[in-house]
């Protein structure tokens, strides 16, 4: 594989200096790009995208032709697992993903068969062995999967949720069969991640969209447990560097130094938790990754440069910050101010890696 010509993003993920704060943006290529929506229409629709390995290169490497970001991030859906499991997957314009059969007994749970990434997703390990190709040791590729937790919600609830009552009545009511269900997700997920590092990928995320949702104990219990289990059965060495993990939990604020226990490199922060104070929760732990507001970005490019900079402020000098948004960006935004984002990160934070190496 080709030598990384930028490696700033791995850098911090690990804790080693760099040059400046690296910064990348979860959904960078998605909506708000017009390329992406000629794409999506040349692809005919969002599945197809993702099912199309050099479509989803395309996407992927959209937003690195605009901006100076320091990490690619594959282009697929968290869905594809249970879609993968024979869970029937499709998204209606304007409602997104649902799924024609749902999880709602234990026999439900086990008839899912479990999952053989090299056989049942081979376009998305196809997909990041053509970005990395493409890429060709530009900045490195991160590739990511949703958390068990997180996917056990679409599969019982059918589709996306305000209250998430069947997710829960099912993990009160049937917590055996809840936990079969995790246990059988954790496995794929770690499959999966595992497939994309073998493939190529440089770094992963998981993606605890929905673990916010629980109280305390079954946030402990149903969400962090089994993306513990996840991270201990991923391959955390290729291509001779460190595969760096993130975990990110969308208001996970309450269980910081839990997450940072998990055996994580870093924690993914929503945009609710002061960077400074997490940093002094569990900084010396794990790197930190985060944590604008994306609404900032339908400000003015003052605001954007002033919240950038009060966010780099807080988490002060030293290494180990991955700058980011607390959530994907929305399609709304206007593609220029993304630019004004990704340039005062790194024009800003120079001054908080005086005397590093790049």
């Not at 246990?183 to 770690?190: F, P």
């Not at 990110?248 to 490199?265: H, M, P, Q, R, V």
């Not at 180990?320 to 959530?327: K, S």
Request: hydrophobic share 40%; with cysteine.
């Amino acid at each position: 594989m080709t030598a990384l010509k930028n490696d700033r993003f791995l850098r911090a993920l690990t804790g080693q200096s760099a040059d400046m704060t690296p910064v990348w943006m979860m959904r960078q290529a998605g909506r708000y790009l017009p390329e992406y929506r000629a794409t999506r229409k040349q692809a005919g629709d969002f599945l197809s995208l993702c099912k199309s390995p050099e479509l989803a290169c395309e996407v992927t490497l959209q937003p690195l032709r605009r901006y100076a970001m320091d990490a690619a991030i594959l282009f697929s859906d968290i869905l594809t697992i249970p879609d993968a499991m024979g869970q029937g997957l499709y998204f209606t314009e304007g409602e997104g993903p649902r799924f024609r059969k749902i999880v709602r007994t234990e026999a439900d749970v086990l008839a899912l068969p479990e999952l053989n990434t090299a056989r049942d997703l081979s376009y998305v390990t196809d997909a990041v062995s053509v970005i990395r190709r493409e890429l060709n040791g530009s900045v490195p590729l991160i590739g990511f999967s949703g958390s068990p937790w997180t996917l056990a919600t679409y599969m019982i609830e059918g589709s996306g949720s305000k209250d998430f009552r069947h997710a829960k009545s099912f993990m009160y009511n049937q917590p055996e069969a809840m936990h079969l269900l995790l246990d059988k997700l954790a496995r794929a997920v770690a499959d999966y991640l595992n497939a994309q590092i073998a493939a190529g990928a440089q770094a992963v995320q998981i993606f605890d969209t929905w673990g916010g949702v629980l109280s305390t104990p079954a946030y402990q219990q149903f969400s962090l447990a089994y993306m513990k289990k996840v991270v201990q059965q991923l391959t955390r060495v290729s291509e001779g560097r460190e595969v760096p993990v993130i975990l990110f939990t969308k208001n996970g604020g309450l269980w910081l130094e839990d997450i940072a226990d998990s055996g994580c490199d870093c924690v993914g922060l929503d945009w609710t938790i002061d960077i400074g104070r997490a940093r002094a929760r569990i900084g010396s732990k794990v790197s930190l990754q985060g944590n604008m507001d994306p609404s900032i970005l339908y400000a003015t490019p003052q605001s954007i440069r002033a919240e950038v900079g009060r966010i780099l402020q807080d988490f002060g000098p030293g290494n180990g910050h991955v700058f980011n948004l607390g959530h994907g960006i929305t399609p709304d935004v206007d593609p220029q101010n993304v630019a004004v984002f990704v340039e005062s990160v790194h024009e800003l934070s120079q001054q908080y890696h005086q005397g590093n190496a790049g």
